[in-house]
């Protein structure tokens, strides 16, 4: 079945030059890059994001890791990966959460590490089963990124709406 999932490569991934190695790493699943973009990380989105993570002791750790504050790199690449069971894939090849219990030769065994702080830095995010893929899409993506219809939209019109547009 195909599916799509939501890729980040994360601060410490591109504080270490690591995009090329894991972007290589993953063209061995043979799935699609169907959107792609280098992010600046909101409070708004990181909170979002982990959500489900918000009562652990290491939470406002957390939002600080993805937002890059730990980098000085306040960014990171977030990307939708998209084929035949997209998401067992790319977490088979992304490893455990835990770098030093991952697999050695999985992406986040090899350039993972834990800080002094007990902050897994594991370089990569990926989407954990259809409906986590789904929420992230919606909030790191906006339909007209993705270059497939993968969720229904509606049409809207905003009016009075400020945009910025090339001057
Ligand atoms: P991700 O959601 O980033 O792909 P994951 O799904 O493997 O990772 P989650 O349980 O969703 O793991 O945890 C989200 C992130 O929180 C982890 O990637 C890691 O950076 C951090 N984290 C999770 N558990 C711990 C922990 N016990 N100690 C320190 N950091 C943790
Ligand atoms: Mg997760």
Redesign the pocket.
Known sequence: MNQQTLVLVKPDGLKKSLTGNVLTRLSETKLEIVAAKIAKVSRKLAEEH?EQ?KDKP?FEE?VK?IRGELHERRKVMAMVYWGEEAIVKVRELAGA?NPEEADPVSIRGAYGRITTR???E?VI??S?NAEEAEREIKLWFEPDDIILDLYPTKQVVIKDKKIRIWA
């Open positions: 982990y993570m290491f957390l890791y959460t007990g902050i897994y594991n995010h990926t954990k």
